[in-house]
C-alpha cells in the first residue's frame, strides 16, 4: 500500500528557508495531486499548497511568494520550500496525496 | 477568517446524532465537491466523506455527507466516544484557485 513520509529539520532559524521532503512508497507517483498541509499549535488545520503529476501548482495566497512546491517522480518524492519563516510558520507539516492520504506528520519550530 | 465557515464547537450524548454545517459561496462549495475529515491534533488527518457524499472505504456507515447550493453538512448518527475529534470540510475554491480548509469544528461526545 502507497505510504508517505515526511522529512527535514525539525527547527529553523527565523529568515530562514523551511525544506521539507515527502517520500512516497508502494507505487509510483503516477497521476494525482500531491499537497502540504500544516497545523500551528492549537489552531486550525491550513492548506499550504499542492503540485498535480504535471508540474501545475496551487498555493494558499496567504503564502504567496514565499512558498514553493516541486516534484521529482524519479525519486519518488516532492518538496516543500517556504522562505523567510516566521514564529508563524511553526507547525506540524503534512504531506499529503489527493484528498484522502496523508503522511504521519513532522513538527517544524521557527526559532532563534 | 476562513472563505468557508463552520460552527466552532459541536456535542451530543452517544447514539445521539450530530451535524456539523459548512457554509461557503459559489466559488466554493456551489461549484466544487466537498470534502470532511477527522482529525486528531499531531495525527494524520483521516478523509471520511468525499466528493460530497461518498465514504471512503473503512469509515463506518454512520458517518454521512451532503450538500445543497453552497452549504454541506456532516452528519454522524448514533454517535460514539470515539467520534471524539475535530471535523473539518475542505474545498477547492476557483476565485482563489486555491484549496479551502473550514475553521473546524471541535466534536465533544458528553
Known amino acids: 500500500q502507497v505510504q508517505l513520509q515526511e522529512s527535514g529539520p525539525g527547527l529553523v532559524r527565523p529568515s530562514e528557508t523551511l525544506s521539507l521532503i515527502c517520500s512516497v512508497s508502494?507505487?509510483?507517483?503516477?497521476?494525482?495531486?500531491w499537497s502540504w498541509l500544516r497545523q500551528p499549535a492549537g489552531k486550525a488545520l491550513e492548506w499550504v499548497g499542492r503540485?498535480?503529476?504535471?508540474?501545475?501548482?496551487n498555493y494558499n495566497p496567504s503564502l504567496w511568494g514565499r512558498v514553493s512546491i516541486s516534484l521529482d517522480m524519479s525519486k519518488n518524492q516532492f518538496s516543500l520550500t517556504l522562505t523567510s519563516v516566521t514564529a508563524a510558520d511553526t507547525a506540524i507539516y503534512f504531506c499529503?496525496?489527493?484528498?484522502?492520504?496523508w503522511g504521519p506528520g513532522t513538527m517544524v519550530t521557527v526559532s532563534s | 477568517q476562513s472563505v468557508v465557515t463552520q460552527p466552532p464547537s459541536a456535542s451530543g450524548t452517544p447514539g445521539q446524532t450530530v451535524i456539523i454545517s459548512c457554509s461557503g459561496s459559489r466559488s466554493n462549495i456551489g461549484d466544487n465537491s466537498v470534502n470532511w475529515y477527522q482529525y486528531l491534533p499531531g495525527t494524520a488527518p483521516k478523509l471520511v466523506i468525499k466528493s460530497n457524499y461518498q465514504r471512503p472505504s473503512g469509515v463506518p456507515g454512520r458517518f454521512s455527507g451532503s450538500k445543497s447550493g453552497t452549504s454541506a453538512s456532516l452528519a454522524i448518527t448514533g454517535l460514539q466516544s470515539d467520534d471524539e475529534a475535530d471535523y473539518y470540510c475542505a474545498v477547492y475554491d476557483d476565485s482563489l484557485s486555491a484549496v479551502v480548509f473550514g475553521g473546524g469544528t471541535k466534536l465533544t461526545v458528553l
Open positions: 508502494g507505487d509510483s507517483m503516477g497521476i494525482w495531486y
Open positions: 499529503g496525496r489527493d484528498w484522502g492520504l
Open positions: 503540485i498535480h503529476s504535471t508540474g501545475r501548482t
